[in-house]
């Protein structure tokens, strides 16, 4: 296949934008062959608004955003009235971060189709980045459908915020969660208005949902958009698909993704690191091992791979190869928290409390944020009998309260009791009781309780 | 403590009044400078000086086709007087070889570069600058990373420390001239990738502690392989690895630094740290500190006076977007630009994102102002670096600089060498909102560079802010502000007897008559892995007349001057004004 140094353009007429040009030459094969075979179709099709269209969406496919953007106006110019080009060309504008042009271009759009409800979020969202607040808020309020009321809400706000109106904008975020309690963006909006207003507990409880949900977003079904996003099928493609189904807990579909992408590319290395951790889920050793042999071979990530391998080996109950493996995965990257801790646990296994406790410290040290690292640190410093160290280490546990506390304070009731402290060690146990039970962990619970009756 | 009251004493220790005594007078030419010695309407606001003036300097960053993440981040500047001439010193902070460890002990080194400012007749000055490094002492060759400065052993001559690749060097200023190498001695350590620092009296001793900030566990023998949108090798995001603490190291006033990390609470919150500044963000009188971390949310470490901090970032509202996602945080520019009494923050991020304004409402709640402001579309295709807040044109509000450069491939530069070049940018503050008035900067903003560091300060003494640029893989830039002279100024140098001699900290405003007053904070801090001149730098319009000025001083008690001259440098000696004053 001959390809031009650069994709020849189509020549601008009568106020026609030209296609634009693309530096084919200096794309890796996978890239270079998908726009290659449409930009060919759209140069030899150059009046086709459909041809120039597809092409505009193989380039916004592989996030050629201005490129995309110029084709998407050649394909606009062709065909007014199509609805298409400039609903993605303005999803185009908004990743370029011109939410003033996207809102223009999603304006003519729903002028052709107007109860496409992705656009009218999507309108009313570029309105208010644009900083047209009264615009937005007309946007959103004029979306009733069910599927868009918690951008809706969420939308309407950020604007009552962005106007000082807190009461109202609470009101509004109440309502964006309420709809969709996975709603982190809201719950960080809530927070924000909740201090506005003084309410800086009910703030900070809100930022605890905001850091569990994260980015999740209430999505609205979008097949527009979608025709571009399946586009690809290219060996990084499919990879990133797999990490996606492995984050949402499809083992199965990832690992087969996994596969594909190898298929499709061999010399992936990533695949086959991530692979090692994918087969241990799936309990099937022989193809973990497979792949951590690969992943080594290749050299890429290897101290994640050893981590991994670590793990698998873990499951197994193969602990002093497991050992092995995390004190490989060290040697490459001295800072691996996870691999001190579970290094530690596997001398913990050993009764080598000490070195263990000394893992476990080294963790806390790289990453001082890695609770279980303390905890563990915390129980090792018990078990040598250092139960003052060990109450330094385990009040640092004593926030935030969550799901995960009840054991750290029990622990640090142990603690205390072990150095004497009845009092606190009562103290303690009492807390991490209550604790347990408001998170239904009833056999902590009970077991705390045991501990409770034979100190008083 | 009582203060003792003294006339006030006027730039007595800076070169640059003129013979006469009476306010400064801008030279009649300079070589840099069209032969008017002004600036006609179509000449650009900056010239970029660097070579003309022996700034001869250009980082390394050692890239190897490896794509190792430190190639790409370094590195930094800073403006220091370090033989305190009264003249403006540049350190430039240089990478070298990645693979060859912590220590090399060849190739390219750190450089200093003295300024040697001379008056001539006719107030006629020359502007040169001389390579001092060897001579200093400072010839490191770490992987280096940026710079900060402060006064650590209160003897009167600013100390440098070098941030690298898995080291932190601590120079002391033997105020000789000379510089030695005390990190051992002061017991300093920080093995990890250190980027931005800062000296800050956290605890108001009078002792500057230290904060500096960690990026990534990256290290080469980690190195991932990642990718861009279309497959070819690239960079990877700082998401491919974790994000390792900051330290803090309390300064025993005895030499000797203890690391203060977990006792402080900083150990209990983190992110990939690469921005430092520090102010009193909820306006207690206690410095607080702000970290820009990439990719993770930002934090704002409030200090609660007990030697401890507690992050309250994205309680108030400064660590995140209005859609609670964390951005690419790199550079941070802390003022109060919208003249309310109280500091903003103003954040560089990656493309795609926009840059942060921060607007405090004096309590150390944030409102992301960014789009009311007018500085979201226009940062929206850069990735910002180096920045700070200066009035470059003297009209009483805070402008805006940002050194851009990107960190992944630009798809326009795609196949070409270092296809990661940006221009910088110049924002006019119009009355709290932001015009953009790049192409009014002249070449030096229409040239596109790796933009990083970003360091500011009156280099040549003529009553304007400049700026040193640093470029990844790429010569130093000198900016030298030429804009148009008909606004009036004025520089304050603050000093303290005994501790904390160079006032770092202070909080000073200049009062005048019909006019809100303009607040400014000692600190070298801010930007990204630079340091800027700790003398405070005020424009004033076309209004010489200063009604008073008004220092907080670092441990909370406040003292008044009047009677100031403007376009000259002032040094304010503590106990020479009026002691208790308010304003």
Redesign the interface.
Known sequence: MALALVGTPARAQDGVPPLPRVALDTFPPAARDAIAVAQRDATAKSTDAGAVGAFARVLQAWEQWDAAHEAYARAQALAPRAFEWRYLDAVVLQRLARPADAAAQLSQALAISPDYLPARVKLAEAWLDAGEAERSAGSFAAVSDPAAQPAAAFGLGRIAAAGGRHEEAVKQFERAVELFPEFGAAYYGLAQSYRALGRRDDARRALEQHARYGARWPAVEDPVLASVTTLRDDAGAILQRGIKLAESGDVEGAITAHETALVRDPSLAQAHANLISLYGRARNWPKADEHYRAAVAAGVDVASAQYDYGVVLGLQERWSEAAEAYRKALAVNPLHAGAHNNLGQTLERARDFTAAAAEYRRAVESEPTLRIARFNLGRMLIALGRNEDAIVELRKLIEPRDAEAPRYLFALSTAHLRAGHRDEAVKWATDAKDLALQFGQAELAAAIERDLASIR | MSLRVFPVVLACALLILPPEGGSHKFPESNPWLPPSGGRSAASPLFVESAAATGLDFTHVNGATGQYYMAEQMGAGVALFDYDNDGDLDVFLVQGGPFDAGARRTTGPTCKLFRNDLTDGPNGKRTLHFTDVTERAGLALRTYGMGAAVGDYNNDGYLDLLVTSFGAITLYRNNGNGTFTDVTSAAGLSDP?WSTSAAFVDYDRDGHLDLFVANYL?F?P??N??C?D????RDYCSPRAY?P??ARLFHNDGNGRFTDVT?PSGI????GAGLGVATGDYDGDGWPDVYVANDATPNQLWINHHDGTFVDEG??S?AA?N????PEGSMGIASGDFNRDGSEDLFVTNII???FALYVNDGHG?F?DAR??AGL??PT??FTGFGTDWFDFDNDGWLDLFVANGAVNII??Q??QPAPFRMKNLLFRNVGGRFQDASAEGGPAFARAEIGRGAAFGDIDNDGDVDVVVTNNGGPVRLLLNQAPRSNHWLALKLEQPEKNRFASGAWVGVERTGEPTLWRRVRTDGSYLSASDVRLHFGLGDSPTVTAVVVQWPDGTRERWTSIKSDTVVTLKRGTGNAGAGG
């Open positions: 990890l566990d290290s023998a980690s991932k392989v990718h949108a279309v497959g070819a974790r390792v603490p977990e150990a209990r919150a983190f994205l309680l509202g995140v209005a859609a609670g996602n795609g994102e926009t709640n409102e789009t009311k979201a579309a929206a295709a798809d326009a795609r196949g």
